[in-house]
Nanobody, 114 residues
Framework: QVQFVESGGGLVQPGGSLRVSCEAS????????MAWYRQAPGNERERVAR???????QYLDSVKDRFTISRDNIRKTLYLQMNNLRPEDTAVYYC????????WGQGTQVTVSS
């Protein structure tokens, strides 16, 4: 079955930057619209950013102009560059397909705190 492995999270101070990555396997990655999601404690999982198979992107309003989603179809890897991080960005970050996401990975923890 399809597998996603997220990495790159960590502890960062407010205003700092992180880049998280997601390696996909057992999927024709280039064919799929992909997305980054996040879930903070006590909250529902929300979609943060999406990228189409052709590279068009959209963002949650609260991360617009701070986060950038990108993809490398050769490496089957999805990226999320996060700049000017805020405490409210603290969450576990996951990648998955945009449509019918399933087979969730373990995610990568991003903590923004001074």
């Amino acid at each position: 079955q399809v597998q996603f492995v997220e990495s790159g999270g960590g502890l960062v101070q407010p205003g700092g930057s992180l880049r998280v990555s997601c390696e996909a396997s057992r999927i024709v990655f280039s064919h799929y619209d992909m997305a980054w999601y996040r879930q903070a404690p006590g909250n529902e999982r929300e979609r943060v950013a999406r990228i189409s198979s052709s590279g068009n992107t959209q963002y949650l309003d609260s991360v617009k102009d701070r986060f950038t989603i990108s993809r490398d179809n050769i490496r089957k890897t999805l990226y999320l560059q996060m700049n000017n991080l805020r405490p409210e960005d603290t969450a576990v970050y996951y990648c998955n397909t945009l449509a019918n996401p399933a087979h969730w990975g373990q995610g990568t923890q991003v903590t923004v705190s001074s």
